[in-house]
């Protein structure tokens, strides 16, 4: 049982550049979010998805595209990328609470990303 | 909408030292409270949670009680040690609108010294 794994560890892109990174999750769970962490600013959520094929924006979505084809598979997509979007992304993944909103959330390790 | 406050760091204590970091919240609904820790070059990680009103929990010597009256959820642990430094993180589960948004605290570094 992997839990949650992303792709790529670290990444140095050109401004203007697009990539994408990964997540993925053999934990069976509905939910599935994107978040970056700068210094200063705790989290910040991008984009989450409750289900195959629904997604909806977070706190700081500009930039960013998602899709959830699969359970398992939840990838990132930056456009063109700009220094702005420097900073550590971490996917998480979680099942619903009980009165709602969401259990506890399992991390992957994160992805650090440069945009020079 | 919800918010999550917590302290700010860093914290810096003395290995043995009682520790504590107050989180306060503002939240509709049943909100269900969380404590992530994240240690360096990691990705966040369940370290304790509570699911209703007065509830403790408990983990590697951490515990929280969840007070619905003050709204708070603070972290104690009596005797810290070298290997609890990293960044705390609490965290709130509240469906706003029955939606999935969880709210997270900006994160409250902890240094302990040998």
């Known amino acids: 049982n992997a839990g949650v794994t992303q792709t790529p560890k670290f990444q140095v892109l050109k401004t203007g550049q697009s990539m994408t990174l990964q997540c993925a999750q053999d934990m069976n769970h509905e939910y599935m979010s994107w978040y970056r962490q700068d210094p200063g600013m705790g989290l910040r959520l991008i984009h989450y998805s409750v289900g195959a094929g629904i997604t909806d924006q977070g706190e700081v979505p500009n930039g960013y595209n998602v899709s959830r084809s699969t359970t398992e598979d939840f990838p990132l997509r930056l456009l063109s990328a700009a220094p702005s979007q420097t900073s550590v992304y971490f996917c998480?993944?979680?099942?619903?609470?009980?009165?709602?909103?969401?259990?506890?959330?399992?991390f992957g390790p994160g992805t650090r990303l440069t945009v020079l | 909408g919800n918010s999550v406050t917590q302290m700010e760091g860093p914290v810096t204590l003395s290995e043995e030292a009682f520790l504590t970091i107050n989180c306060t919240y503002t939240a509709t609904g049943y909100p269900s409270p969380f404590w992530y820790v994240q240690y360096p070059g990691e990705g966040l990680q369940l370290l304790l949670k509570?699911?209703?009103?007065?509830d403790k929990g408990s983990n590697k010597g951490f515990e929280a009680t969840y007070r619905k009256e003050t709204t708070s959820f603070h972290l104690e642990k009596g005797s810290v040690q070298v290997s609890d430094s990293a960044v705390y993180f609490c965290?709130?589960?509240?469906?706003?609108?029955?939606?999935?948004?969880?709210?997270f605290g900006r994160g409250t570094s902890l240094i302990v010294h040998p």
């Open positions: 965290a709130l589960s509240a469906p706003l609108g029955g939606s999935y948004i969880p709210t």
């Open positions: 998480a993944s979680s099942t619903p609470g009980l009165a709602g909103g969401t259990d506890t959330q399992y």
């Open positions: 509570a699911t209703k009103a007065d």
